[in-house]
């Protein structure tokens, strides 16, 4: 196959991003520095970003048949670039005091936004294996970043071993099942599991897809860390670095959903009422656990991590409810709620990431009491973030639920809808728990210092990810006339 | 354009305040009285002018959400104008009331207050159903701040309860509100939420009774009625005045206004089958809530449980659907938000000068505060229903509404009048009459109601008796838009009535 230039403009972004991690390794090789490596970081995840947005009007192109480029996933590429240049904005105030080599850890962030970006314009099982991969063998070194630091107070090491085994043995569960499924259509393109065509090997019995498909849907349940495959996140979490759990949390999270929302649309997996079913009660338990264990959580990254769960579950219903309705409503569902969800998470994240740092993070809901009266615009981006994760007006959060009620009421999933309002509302306690914690009277000495001038990056990134939340909680018809767009291609 | 500014005014004022609050912590509460008295004076422009359309005093509508064929659509009529001044008039008393006892960070406090008005004004206008949700939700946050910042002893528990009683029925109001715009979308083959169009969508009898109860439920949630109330008695008694005056004046309102404008005309039949038991919560709140009165020590959960039986009038009204009864309720919603709001700041300015709300150890005031015992005997025999104010026109038209359409319900309700006595006077022999003793209160700062304190209630008394004494020009302003809610399921309501 011979590749023109033709075929490699739609990988712009792509090639873009893998140049900088080259450029990355170069320039440690040559001089090490934290600000270069950060800066030269910064740039080529500006210049992918950049370039996603450029090409996304123009280019519709299947790319070697490993990878497609429309303008879905151009739009996922866009959204992970520019998450994972703000996650290295947030990164280095938390990195700067550690005392060990700083800039691998880069490296590893932009190795890791190489598979997302992989993932997100996959529709073939090998590229979805590679960009995972590549995804998360970066994520296994982030999560164990700060392992040779003295003063670290986490546990990275016990962290990533967790994540390494469980996230292997995910893995294996999804190549058995892309196995079985292979032997099924006989091709590793995602293509339809109902109208097999003649190029099918053999024609063996449904329980072979249906097989296939389980196994594979619950190693991705594994990596979304939707219950019952949940029992790695709150651990995880909490013994990574904060920038990597909030890589983990974000990118990580939306790369694999797209590649599961193509899987499921392109399979016509839900055909099946054995996988509607699964995919039914991973929802409801993803949701009931998330918001339940949530409660008793004392420690912001895991009550971040249980509502992460939670969130996940929301999602499912949308995807539940694409197989019911001929409308792409239920797909923009899941784009946008994706996109509010990247948005509200990495807020959350980035206000804990922005007070600490990796020789001491402030954890404890009770390390922000007071915060409205001491920094109260960091206050007031938390509110922000936390309301939005509970559906409040206003907030992109409550744009992305409506969404999903309404795909959820078009496909008449009453069930599955009760759940959601359930969920909500016992997600709305420990959200506003939070913030109540944050409204009391500051408590002497107060748990950490005010922020320094080093942080004004964050504090950027900060307040623009709180203007797009308010941006698109209010006036959000110009990004859904675009994701109504970019959700035809799916 | 004007009811954009009614709005705007008072989120810009809220942000304002927030920020002056650096300048000076004085300078918050006048720009808080600033714009509500803009607002206010906007409103009775809107008083003169000639409605348009129909019973429509004034309308905007443009484009929002496109894609779910949602509009920024607002307008108002002679229901919406009266209760619109009811926000306006209410909050300028709020601000009052808080004048002097909110010292403490006022600057949030007036960001919030008049973002909680903010958020209501536009449920009484928003003719969207995406819209008018959007509003609901919206006013629920600021409120939650008031209380659990300024409220009292228990205030986490109580802002937490009302937070998740209101946003979880709220939530059920928002599967309603899209099933209804989906089988809009069925029939009609576009997304609309506009309110117009959806008076257009009919479904079968069962599915449009579910949907009318999401909207029953979330109304009387916030309205509240038995046995969705249990949030208000504790909100009530944990807030600060000023929050009270809002929660029981402004905020309970809006379910009641959801009720009219929306619960019944949108699904008439299933309202009018549902009546029956609608009316029968509405008299089991009346009288089990007027019992629950009765049984209070603490004066503040009294008066919350006394609104809880007051609205059950309202309720009543609003299912008899007919002119009086609407009247009757329209009118009480009204009377009512100024007596709550009155009573709810005498016991607020009791507690913020004797620190406790407990009446057991509270008795012969008379002697200590007349004046305040004057006002208060005033507020609590308009309470009451005394005949000669506002609260008797209410209650009376909407028993004589009732009446008509549901006779054993109306004979029972009208019992809450004879509790009511009971309790009002209860309270007052209770608090003022008797033996005074200080030995469980430092009486230092029990001093009578001063200048201020008199204009707001005096205000307030003024309002009362002008309704009591000529209710027709409230009536008159109502009257055409109830007469179009009316006229528009008449002839569904008629068939249900007949069967």
């Known amino acids: 196959m011979i590749m023109t230039l033709a075929d490699l403009l739609p990988l712009l972004p792509l090639l873009i991003v893998s140049a900088t991690a080259v450029l990355v390794m170069l320039q440690i090789g040559i001089r090490r520095s934290h600000t270069v490596t950060a800066a030269i970081a910064v740039t080529g995840l500006l210049l992918a970003t950049l370039a996603a947005a450029l090409l996304m009007s123009v280019t519709n192109a299947q790319v070697t048949p490993l990878l497609i480029i429309d303008q879905y996933s151009l739009f996922f590429t866009v959204v992970c670039c520019a998450a994972a240049m703000f996650i290295v904005i947030l990164s280095y105030p938390y990195l700067a005091r550690l005392d060990d080599d700083k800039d691998e850890y880069y490296l590893l962030l932009v190795i890791a936004t190489v598979g997302a970006i992989v993932m997100v314009s996959s529709n073939h099982f090998v590229s979805t294996i590679l960009g995972l991969e590549t995804l998360s063998m970066s994520l296994y070194g982030m999560v164990a970043y700060p392992l040779h630091s003295r003063h670290s107070a986490l546990y990275p090491l016990e962290a990533a071993v967790k994540y390494l085994v469980l996230s292997a043995v995910s893995s294996s569960f999804m190549l058995f099942g892309m196995a079985l499924i292979y032997a099924q259509t006989g091709t590793l393109a995602f293509s339809s599991l109902i109208d097999l065509s003649s190029n099918a090997a053999v024609s063996l019995s449904d329980s072979y897809s249906i097989v296939g498909l389980l196994l594979l849907i619950s190693g991705m349940a594994f990596k979304l860390s939707l219950a019952p495959f949940h029992m790695w996140t709150p651990d995880v979490y909490e013994g990574s670095p904060l920038p990597a759990t909030a890589y983990l949390a974000t990118i990580g999270k939306t790369a694999m959903f797209v590649v599961l929302l193509r899987f499921v649309v392109m399979t016509d997996a839900l055909s099946y009422d054995a996988v509607v079913i699964v995919f039914s009660l991973i929802a409801v338990l993803s949701i009931l656990v998330g918001n339940v264990l949530a409660l008793l959580q004392i420690e912001l990254k895991r009550i971040l991590a249980y509502s992460s769960i939670a969130h996940m579950g929301y999602l499912i219903i949308a995807l539940i409810a694409s197989n019911f309705a001929a409308s792409t409503i239920s797909i923009e569902a899941v784009t946008f709620y994706l996109l509010a969800y990247m948005i509200m998470s990495l807020g959350a994240f980035g206000v804990v990431s922005v007070v600490s740092s990796s020789e001491k993070e402030f954890d404890l809901v009770s390390d922000y009491q007071g915060l409205f009266w001491r920094d109260p615009w960091l206050a007031l981006i938390f509110t922000g973030m936390l309301l939005s994760l509970a559906g409040i007006p206003l907030t992109v959060g409550f744009i992305g639920k409506f969404y999903l009620f309404f795909a959820g009421v078009e496909s008449s999933l009453w069930l599955l809808l009760l759940v959601l309002v359930v969920g909500s509302g016992i997600g709305l306690f420990y959200y506003l728990r939070i913030v109540y914690r944050m409204l009391l009277p500051v408590p002497t000495p107060p748990q950490f210092p005010s922020a320094a001038g080093d942080r004004l990056g964050s504090y950027g990134v900060l307040t623009i990810l709180f203007l797009l939340l308010l941006l698109l909680g209010v006036y959000p018809a110009p990004v859904m006339t675009l994701i109504e767009t970019v959700s035809a291609f799916i | ?499």
């Open chain 2, 1 to 499: 354009m004007i009811l954009v500014a009614l709005i705007a005014i008072l989120f810009l004022g809220g942000v304002l305040a927030w920020l002056s609050e650096r300048l000076d912590s004085k300078l918050p509460r006048v720009i808080a009285l600033a714009a509500l008295v803009l607002d206010l004076v906007l409103m009775l422009t809107l008083l003169g002018g000639d409605s348009a359309d129909g019973s429509w005093i004034v309308a905007l509508n443009v484009q929002w959400l496109p894609r779910f064929g949602i509009s920024f659509h607002l307008a108002a009529d002679g229901l919406s104008v009266l209760l619109l001044l009811l926000t306006a008039f209410l909050g300028v008393i709020a601000v009052g009331s808080a004048w002097s006892e909110i010292t403490e960070r006022p600057g949030f406090f007036y960001f919030n207050l008049l973002w909680t008005l903010a958020g209501v004004l536009g449920v009484f206008t928003a003719l969207d159903l995406f819209l008018f949700f959007f509003f609901w939700e919206v006013m629920l946050i600021p409120m939650y701040f008031i209380i659990a910042i300024w409220g009292h002893e228990n205030k986490n528990y109580a802002a937490m309860k009302f937070f998740l009683f209101t946003q979880v029925t709220g939530m059920l109001m928002l599967v309603s509100i899209l099933t209804l715009a989906y089988f809009h979308y069925v029939q009609f083959g576009f997304f609309s939420f506009d309110y117009f169009d959806l008076l257009n969508v009919s479904t079968s009898s069962t599915i449009e009774m579910w949907i009318m109860l999401g909207f029953f439920v979330a109304f009387t949630t916030k309205l509240p009625i038995v046995p969705f109330h249990s949030w208000l008695p504790d909100a009530h008694s944990q807030a600060p005045t000023a929050g009270s005056v809002i929660l029981a004046g402004v905020l309970l309102k809006t379910g009641a206004y959801g009720l009219i404008r929306f619960a019944v005309p949108l699904f008439p039949e299933a309202s009018m089958n549902f009546a029956p038991i609608a009316m029968a919560l509405a008299v089991l709140s009346i009288l089990y809530c007027a019992k629950l009165a009765f049984a209070q020590t603490d004066l503040k959960r009294l008066i919350a449980y006394t609104s809880v039986s007051h609205m059950g009038f309202v309720l009543l009204g609003v299912y008899a659907w007919n002119e009086i009864a609407l009247q009757g309720a329209v009118m009480t919603m009204l009377a009512h938000g100024l007596s709550a709001a009155a009573l709810f700041m005498l016991a607020g300015s009791l507690q913020h000068r004797i620190h406790t709300r407990d009446m057991r150890d509270m008795g012969g005031f008379w002697a200590k505060v007349p004046r305040m015992s004057a006002v208060a005997l005033f507020f609590s025999i308009a309470a009451l229903g005394m005949p000669g104010l506002g609260n008797f026109i209410g209650e009376f038209l909407a028993l004589l509404g009732a009446f008509s359409s549901n006779l054993p319900m109306t004979v029972i309700a009208t019992f809450g009048l004879i509790f009511a006595s009971v309790y009002s006077l209860w309270v007052i022999q209770k608090i003022f009459h008797g033996e005074y003793s200080n030995s469980k209160f430092d009486d230092s700062h029990l001093i009578d109601l001063n200048r201020r304190e008199l204009a707001y209630f005096g205000a307030m008394i003024l309002g009362l008796v002008w309704m009591g004494m000529y209710p027709q020009s409230f009536l008159d302003l109502s009257a055409a838009a109830l007469q179009e809610l009316l006229a528009g399921t008449q002839e569904l309501v008629s068939t249900v009535v007949q069967n």
